[in-house]
């Protein structure tokens, strides 16, 4: 079979790895009738996070590359801790990441009919039992990796007997936790999974597709193999804690495929990646929902958050995440992606996307002696020097202006190249200045800078060729706009928040991964941008507009400084 490699929007070109080889063979040998098939299957329990997003990507990402389709299937097996709300953010996620999956997405509670009747046709086979023990019993039975288990009282019932107790289940007759189905393997396989897993356990609860239709619910190692199996998936890709299940997922496909015809020849193959770990976050939805349960962070879409609704919030771009999956790879071995890899991508996304304006986040007001009162010029600035077809604008300039309070300094030493009293710098797409004098109150803060421009010094006049050393961003005082700024960095100080026995990962979070500004003012075509807008503040990094910006309180969030500031961070020791 003939493959083009997919070219992605950022023209990046998917390369090879260990999976399209896996799967560039089983073409080869004519598997399947040269069907690529994958699927997508979260557990609606939570919002997705940037792992999922790697997974999400590879799997679209591989049937695009072989001309194949993907399922979404929600394996919706545990009632309790599942909801709608996650299925819908879910949906959102993966469409905004840029893909569709095949027809209508599936549900694993879809399937609870034809897997209750594989059950019975275990049971039927004399591979499935029902089990009276309790839980505590049997755990006490499991044995561990180098002794062998021991068998339950219960394991030699009759078919008979396992399949008038197993309708009673699921017709629920029986309390939560009086018995279970399990499956009939070896309680002394060295496979811990293959010790007579369990198949089905009693749930009086309501779940959010079948109602109060079910008593009884399969287990997900029961569930997942055959979910893909129902759906013809011909490669099933997941991370590498399911490769010691994959036995058993072959042994239930052995058990329910016993004389049945299958789609043609189509035994989904699951094929192991090791699973994406971030440094500076932690990543299981347990620990996120936490966070967001206990109000460290303001939800799930909180711009802190490595969830997918969090980054958007924040301002990343489905290519930037796009680019980042396919950068980092698909490794076999779990190892840990410096999250300014994840930061580099979005940089260098923005960097040639965004418009680069003009805002002063702490300003001071600089007032231009020589320069009329009630005189605005309009200047032009460039949108983007590295596109051209993003155009110019025109920015307003006056005798009054703000610029960054840590742009001055009365006595600057050597190093610092912007201004101070007696020095020049160029005001971007404007004037050469001068500093003339300063006015402090009685802290000793200044509160305003007295400067000279020089006129012939024009930006685009043949006088703005004159060299200074500095050039400092600015906004005039009566055209700009007031707006909040989020200044969000990192959630946890810690590499390894999950990593350190006996300390809560919590007890890492930063306590400066949030800093509010409202004293910033922005130039005054920012006033209609829109949520989720993105820019770059001319000096100071990359920001969006928040979904709580309104045009008479607009928010901004960073989305990244311009520089890496963490890695100095670390040379230093922090
Ligand atoms: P968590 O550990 O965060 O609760 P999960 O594995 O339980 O995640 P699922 O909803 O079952 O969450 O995951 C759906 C799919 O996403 C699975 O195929 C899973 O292997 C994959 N996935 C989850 N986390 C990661 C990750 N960090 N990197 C790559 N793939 C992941
Ligand atoms: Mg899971």
Request: glycine letters at 6%.
């Amino acid at each position: 079979m003939s493959k083009e490699p997919v070219e992605l929007a950022s023209n990046e070109v998917i390369k090879g790895n260990f999976i399209t080889h896996e799967i560039e063979k089983d073409l080869q040998e004519g598997k399947n009738g040269g069907v690529v098939h994958t699927r997508f299957p979260p557990e609606p329990n939570g919002y997705l996070h940037i792992g999922h997003a790697k997974s999400i990507c590879l799997n679209f990402g591989l049937a695009q590359q072989f001309n194949g389709t993907t399922n979404l299937r929600f394996d919706d097996t545990n009632p309790v801790k599942e909801d709608v709300e996650y299925v819908d953010s879910i949906m959102e996620n993966i469409k905004w990441l840029g893909f569709d999956w095949e027809g209508e997405p599936k549900y694993t509670s879809d399937y609870f009919g034809q897997l209750y009747e594989w059950a019975v046709k275990i049971i039927k086979r004399g591979n499935a039992y029902v089990d009276n023990q309790s839980a505590e019993e049997i755990a006490l039975q499991k044995g561990t990796p180098t002794t062998p288990g021991s068998e339950s009282p219960y394991r030699n019932r009759s078919v008979e007997e396992n399949l008038e107790l197993f309708e009673k289940m699921k017709s629920g007759e029986f309390e939560e936790g009086e018995c279970v189905l399990r499956a009939k393997i070896d309680m002394a396989s060295p496979n811990m999974h293959l010790r007579d897993p369990l198949m089905y356990r009693i749930l009086k609860k309501d779940h959010h597709r079948t109602g109060d239709k079910w008593s009884i619910y399969p287990m997900y190692d029961y569930a997942h193999g055959q979910g893909d199996f129902i759906e013809g998936i011909t490669h099933s890709v997941c991370t590498l804690e399911f490769e010691v299940h994959r036995p058993l997922y072959n042994w239930f496909l052995e058990q329910v495929t016993e004389g049945v015809e299958t789609k043609p020849g189509i035994l989904p193959r699951q094929i192991e990646f090791a699973r994406l770990n971030l440094n500076y976050t932690v990543m299981s939805k347990r620990k996120l929902l936490q966070l967001v349960e206990e109000k460290y962070v303001s939800g799930w879409d909180d711009p802190r958050m490595p969830t997918v609704s969090g980054l958007r919030r924040r301002g990343y771009t489905p290519d930037s995440i796009r680019v980042f999956a396919d950068r980092i790879g698909v490794a076999k071995r779990d190892g840990v992606i410096d999250v300014a890899v994840l930061e580099h991508c979005i940089r260098e996304d923005l960097n040639s996307t965004t418009p680069r304006v003009y805002a002063v986040l702490n300003p001071v007001k600089m007032i231009i002696t020589n320069y009329p009162e009630g005189k605005v010029e309009m200047m032009e600035a460039i949108n983007n020097p590295e596109d051209e077809s993003m155009g110019s604008r025109e920015i307003p300039f006056s005798r009054e202006i703000y610029i960054e309070k840590d742009d001055f300094m009365i006595d600057p030493p050597k190093k610092f190249f912007r201004l101070g009293p007696g020095r020049e710098v160029r005001l971007k797409n404007a004037y050469i200045i001068k500093c003339e004098d300063y006015k402090l109150d009685d802290n000793g803060e200044v509160t305003e800078i007295y400067c000279t421009c020089d006129p012939d010094t024009k930006s685009g006049m043949e006088g703005s060729k004159r060299k200074v050393k500095g050039t400092l961003h600015w906004v005039s005082v009566e055209q700009s706009v007031p707006a909040e700024v989020r200044l969000y960095d990192r959630l946890f100080s810690d590499e390894n928040p999950d990593g350190h026995e006996g300390v809560d990962f919590k007890d890492f979070l930063n306590t400066d991964s949030l800093k509010v500004l409202t004293t910033a003012m922005v130039e005054p075509g920012l006033k209609s941008a829109k949520p989720l807008d993105k820019f770059q503040f001319q000096r100071l990094g990359y920001f969006c507009v928040d979904k709580d910006s309104r045009e008479d309180k607009l928010v901004f969030n960073r989305t990244v400084p311009l520089r890496d500031s963490w890695a100095k961070k670390a040379k230093k020791g922090k």
